[in-house]
Each structure stands twice: as structure tokens, then as C-alpha cells.
């Protein structure tokens, strides 16, 4: 990480990193809740790779050096999980985006508990777990803004993937999809759709715990491999 994203008070989105202006809400976040002082340094990104350093000004941020452009990942990690319970889905957006995860899909699957029902209501849900990947994104200092999708049928995303499924091998670098199941588990024909069976520990985990294990292991592997 570059250490001007480390040491920046704050890192907020912009939509253009050339002439940098903050929305109202982030301006008022970074002068009134933040109390950022005139000059101190601040980092904008546009989510797609772009940033700049900038100073804290009277009525938000100044530039103050040339903009940056981060390389996308040469190999993305998808983490495709079948919807957990209550807010664990914002929880675990949260945590996966912090952890480094590229895209992250939410699933229906045959043992569904929980499933977003209608079109309106699935893309609310959607647009809430995206906003929630972008606060941790700027939270943890991602320059790239991980996509939120789905809700979509499990068949879809299955073919390929690596399921988790206690009794697999352990997650190679190979694996950029993997897929975690319901609490109920997978059915039979599920898993015959994966490529193959990851495993996970010999503890029962949750569904999110099982998606934060996968997802460690990913970005372990990758950042094993060199430069993304």
C-alpha cells in the first residue's frame, strides 16, 4: 500500500480524481464529524483504480499530487455465498471487502433460509450490501471497489467453482470462485455442478465464518503469487 493511503486522515470517493469534489454528506463527515484540519492529508478515489492525494480545505479537499492509477487484479477472487440470516449479509460484506475480495455474489439455493423475494426487494438488498462494500473499501484504503451481485440461483454460479464442503482439499491457488452453502448444507446435485470440494476445518462454522475463512485463504494465496 502506498504509504499516502496509510497516512491519510481519511480516503473518500469522488466520481473525477482530476478535479476532485466531495458530496455534501462527505464533506460534512470529513470538517464536522472528523474535525479534519485545514491542510492535513486526505486520499479521494473513484473505486475503479484511480486516486490522488489531496490537502483538507475550507469547504472540502484541494489537490495535492498527481493522480495514481492501481493495475485490476490479474486474477479476481469471488466469494459466492448463499444469503445468511438477519445483517450477517452486511457484515460479511464488510468483512470480505476488508479482507480483499473482488466480487461478491449472494446466492438462492436449494436450502435457502433466507431468500430475497421480488425483483424490487432483491435490488434494494443488492444496492445496500454495495454501500456497504464502499464504506469498507474507503475504510480499509481499497482504491478498487469490490461489485455486489445477485441475488441469483446457485446453478448458476456453481459450474467451475469450488465448493466448500467439509471432507475437501484444502483451497489451492486455482480456486478464485469458491462457493459457501446454506447452513442446511448443499444438495447432491449442487455439488455436482462444482468443480470441486474445498475444505474448510473440521469445526462447524457459520455461514459467514466459512465465507471469512475462504476468503482469508484466497488473498493469502494470491499475494503468495506476487503482484495481482
Known amino acids: 500500500m502506498n504509504p499516502a493511503l496509510r497516512a491519510a486522515v481519511a480516503h473518500l470517493v469522488v466520481a473525477d480524481v482530476d478535479a476532485?469534489?466531495?458530496?455534501?454528506?462527505?464533506?460534512?463527515?470529513?470538517?464536522?464529524?472528523?474535525?479534519?484540519?485545514?491542510?492535513?492529508?486526505?486520499t479521494v478515489t473513484n473505486g475503479a483504480g484511480s486516486w490522488?492525494?489531496?490537502?483538507?480545505?475550507?469547504?472540502?479537499?484541494?489537490?495535492?499530487?498527481?493522480?495514481?492509477?492501481?493495475?485490476?487484479?490479474?486474477?479476481?477472487?469471488?466469494?459466492?455465498?448463499?444469503?445468511?440470516?438477519a445483517d450477517r449479509p452486511?457484515?460479511?460484506v464488510r468483512k470480505a471487502t476488508e479482507i480483499g475480495i473482488d466480487v461478491i455474489v449472494m446466492l438462492h439455493s436449494r436450502r435457502?433460509?433466507?431468500?430475497?423475494?421480488?425483483?424490487?426487494?432483491?435490488?434494494?438488498?443488492?444496492?445496500?450490501?454495495?454501500?456497504v462494500a464502499v464504506d469498507a473499501s474507503l475504510q480499509s484504503r481499497r482504491v478498487w471497489f469490490p461489485e455486489v451481485e445477485g441475488p441469483v440461483d446457485a446453478s448458476t454460479m456453481l459450474a467451475g467453482a469450488a465448493?466448500?464442503?467439509?471432507?475437501?482439499?484444502?483451497?489451492?491457488?486455482?480456486?478464485?470462485?469458491?462457493?459457501?452453502?446454506?447452513?442446511?448444507?448443499?444438495?447432491?446435485?449442487?455439488?455436482?455442478?462444482?468443480?470441486?470440494?474445498?475444505g474448510l476445518g473440521d469445526t462447524i462454522l457459520r455461514v459467514e465464518t466459512a465465507a471469512l475463512v475462504a476468503a482469508a485463504e484466497m488473498v493469502r494465496l494470491r499475494s503468495l503469487a506476487g503482484p495481482a
Do not use: F, M, N
Request: hydrophobic fraction near 40%; proline fraction near 7%.
Open 112 to 131: 435457502s433460509v433466507v431468500r430475497w423475494q421480488g425483483a424490487a426487494k432483491a435490488d434494494a438488498a443488492r444496492r445496500r450490501l454495495q454501500a
Open 163 to 198: 465448493i466448500a464442503e467439509p471432507g475437501g482439499s484444502a483451497i489451492g491457488s486455482a480456486d478464485t470462485t469458491v462457493a459457501i452453502g446454506p447452513e442446511g448444507g448443499w444438495e447432491d446435485a449442487e455439488l455436482a455442478l462444482g468443480r470441486t470440494t474445498v
Open 90 to 92: 452486511e457484515w460479511l
Open 52 to 85: 490522488r492525494p489531496c490537502r483538507v480545505a475550507a469547504d472540502g479537499v484541494e489537490p495535492d499530487g498527481d493522480v495514481y492509477h492501481e493495475p485490476a487484479p490479474t486474477h479476481r477472487l469471488t466469494l459466492s455465498v448463499v444469503v445468511p440470516k
Open 20 to 42: 476532485p469534489e466531495l458530496a455534501s454528506d462527505d464533506r460534512h463527515h470529513l470538517l464536522r464529524v472528523l474535525r479534519a484540519r485545514r491542510g492535513e492529508l486526505v
